[in-house]
């Protein structure tokens, strides 16, 4: 099946620094990839739509200036958490989406998640 | 916009057993896609069953079937011969079947336990 990874699957770092997250489609290419949130006991939330070659399309309540993305190539995007603050402190997933083949529709895959931890 | 209700916070049922996850969504739009996600322990997202909402016929995947009824809006999951490895979170979610909107639109999850 399609595979999607993330990296670093969990990350620490101080207020304040910005941490850079990897979504990567191993083996397929992907037009578009999706960023979620998810807090303990809770439902994914969608922040953003990203789409290679443009910018990105962020969620109503998303700052698009704390929460850079940056979808390169069609096997690559990144998250950007600029200035984090331990409120950031949140699992993020992402997910992409493969073409659908021989008339099928497209599915969308998920990469296993980062844990960021903001002290 | 499109709203997915899952009324079951928590579900349990005896392994070997039939559990059925309740899941409910408000839609203007005439065509669409309904997904059942698994979430684990690992927190890794993997697709269980799918239903496009032009096909009337109920969608299945060896031990998991769905009840679709699209005048209810309804999309329920039946997970039959319950197994341990069954033990998970369970997202209904819901997709615009237009092109270039692939979001998913997810309810707020079912945690299912199984119980040896």
């Known amino acids: 099946g399609a595979v999607v990874s993330q990296h670093p699957s969990w990350v620490i770092c101080k207020s304040g620094t910005s941490v850079k997250i990897e979504c990567r489609s191993l083996?397929?290419?992907?037009?578009?990839m999706f960023w979620y949130r998810q807090f303990p006991k809770q439902s994914l939330m969608l922040m953003a739509t990203?789409?290679?070659?443009?910018?990105?399309?962020?969620e109503q309540g998303v700052e698009k200036d704390k929460f850079l993305i940056n979808h390169a190539s069609l096997t690559l995007s990144t998250l950007t958490v600029t200035s984090a603050h331990p409120e950031d402190s949140s699992f993020y997933i992402c997910?992409?989406?493969?073409?659908?083949?021989?008339?099928?529709?497209?599915?969308?895959?998920f990469g296993p998640g980062t844990r960021l931890t903001v002290l | 916009a499109q709203t997915v209700t899952q009324s079951q916070p928590e579900m349990s049922v005896q392994e070997a057993e039939t559990v059925t996850l309740s899941c409910t969504y408000d839609?203007?739009?005439?065509?669409?896609?309904l997904f059942w996600y698994k979430q684990p322990p690992s927190r890794q997202m993997i697709l269980v069953i799918r239903?496009?909402?032009?096909?009337?016929q109920n969608a299945t995947e060896n031990r998991f079937s769905v009840n679709f009824q699209k005048a209810a809006k309804s999309f329920s999951l039946k997970i039959s011969d319950s197994q341990l490895g069954d033990a998970a979170m369970y997202f209904c979610?819901?997709?615009?079947?237009?092109?270039?909107?692939?979001?998913?639109?997810f309810g707020t999850g079912t945690r299912l336990t199984i119980i040896p």
């Open positions: 083996d397929f290419q992907a037009t578009t």
């Open positions: 990203s789409n290679e070659g443009s910018k990105a399309t962020y």
């Open positions: 979610a819901y997709r615009s079947a237009d092109f270039g909107n692939e979001k998913l639109t």
């Open positions: 997910s992409a989406t493969r073409p659908g083949l021989a008339g099928k529709t497209d599915t969308q895959y």
């Open positions: 839609t203007s739009e005439s065509d669409y896609y």
């Open positions: 239903q496009e909402a032009y096909k009337q």
